[in-house]
């Protein structure tokens, strides 16, 4: 009786596939069913480290995603990625120069455009129903959208006139108080009922949404002497990271306490350049 490859049990040829590299397993699927199988099912033990981009793995980024990838799907797209191999397809155009924000969710994607944004659904194929809008968000002297969120059925959008919006999933808007940056919102926030802006005038700001959100009160506003980029609650809301850009050896990352207005740690960053 003769043994081939195939007849090996499955712990066996797990151990003789971590030898090889993505290009190889790629090559063995191929060769026949068996193959294809053990490979398949048992990727991440194969290669024995998560895969770039593509991990799936967070319960926040499954709920956005379409569809759930196998294994062996993860690592082509990472590998993919790792070599610069992709593909570029256009969905949407226009004729005027927007700096749109995108949002996007298992079966829709939000997309900003100037004072104005819209939701389109999401197909099977891959591609989007850019012929039907599902929603269409606006209002009356809004100016330009330059950052917005969406967390269930709330959306808010910060303005480059300093201004914020909330929207609700009826479409209704509910504007802050006469309060608002002095500068363009960069980055927004939201979890539960508190918000948070930051702006291009150096600070963020914190607010209170009551009675389903249709009154809006600033909380606290925070000077960081230092350009502000982005600001983000963590999963229980306690407290919020919030990124500058790190100049003159100030801290380019900042852990704030929500309940207390306090910093709670500071994180430099600094670039070691060589001649």
């Given amino acids: 009786m003769v043994l081939t490859l195939t007849d090996l049990g499955?712990?066996?040829?797990?151990?003789?596939?971590?030898?090889?590299?993505?290009?190889?397993?790629?090559?063995?699927?191929?060769?026949?069913?068996?193959?294809?199988?053990?490979?398949n099912y048992n990727f991440d033990v194969i290669l024995s480290r998560p895969a770039l981009v593509t991990n799936q793995k967070h319960p926040y980024i499954q709920d956005r995603s379409a569809i759930l990838l196998t294994s062996s799907t993860k690592w082509q797209i990472s590998h993919n990625w790792r070599i610069g191999r992709y593909k570029e397809k256009a969905y949407l155009y226009e004729r005027m120069n927007y700096i749109p924000w995108l949002n996007l969710e298992k079966g829709i994607i939000w997309i900003s455009r100037g004072p104005y944004i819209k939701a389109y659904k999401r197909l099977n194929n891959n591609k989007i129903d850019v012929r039907h809008h599902l929603h269409v968000l606006s209002g009356n002297n809004?100016?330009?959208?330059?950052?917005?969120?969406?967390?269930?059925?709330?959306?808010?959008?910060?303005?480059?006139?300093?201004?914020?919006?909330?929207?609700?999933?009826?479409?209704?808007?509910?504007?802050?108080?006469?309060?608002?940056?002095?500068?363009?919102?960069?980055?927004?926030?939201?979890?539960?009922?508190?918000?948070?802006?930051?702006?291009?005038?150096?600070?963020?700001?914190?607010?209170?949404?009551?009675?389903?959100?249709?009154?809006?009160?600033?909380?606290?506003t925070n000077h960081v002497s230092d350009r502000l980029w982005s600001t983000s609650f963590n999963e229980n809301g306690s407290s919020l990271a919030i990124g500058t850009s790190g100049c003159n050896d100030r801290a380019a990352l900042k852990i704030f306490d929500v309940h207390r207005f306090v910093v709670l740690k500071c994180f430099c960053l600094k670039l070691i350049y060589l001649k």
Avoid: A, P
């Fill in 142 to 220: 809004l100016s330009d959208i330059s950052k917005f969120t969406k967390r269930g059925n709330c959306l808010v959008s910060g303005q480059c006139d300093g201004s914020l919006w909330v929207w609700t999933k009826q479409g209704n808007k509910i504007t802050t108080s006469t309060e608002k940056h002095q500068k363009e919102v960069v980055s927004v926030d939201i979890h539960n009922n508190i918000i948070v802006s930051g702006s291009r005038d150096c600070t963020f700001k914190l607010w209170n949404c009551r009675n389903n959100f249709t009154q809006i009160s600033l909380i606290h």
């Fill in 10 to 39: 499955t712990e066996i040829l797990i151990h003789i596939f971590q030898f090889c590299n993505i290009n190889d397993l790629c090559r063995l699927k191929q060769t026949c069913v068996r193959f294809n199988n053990v490979i």
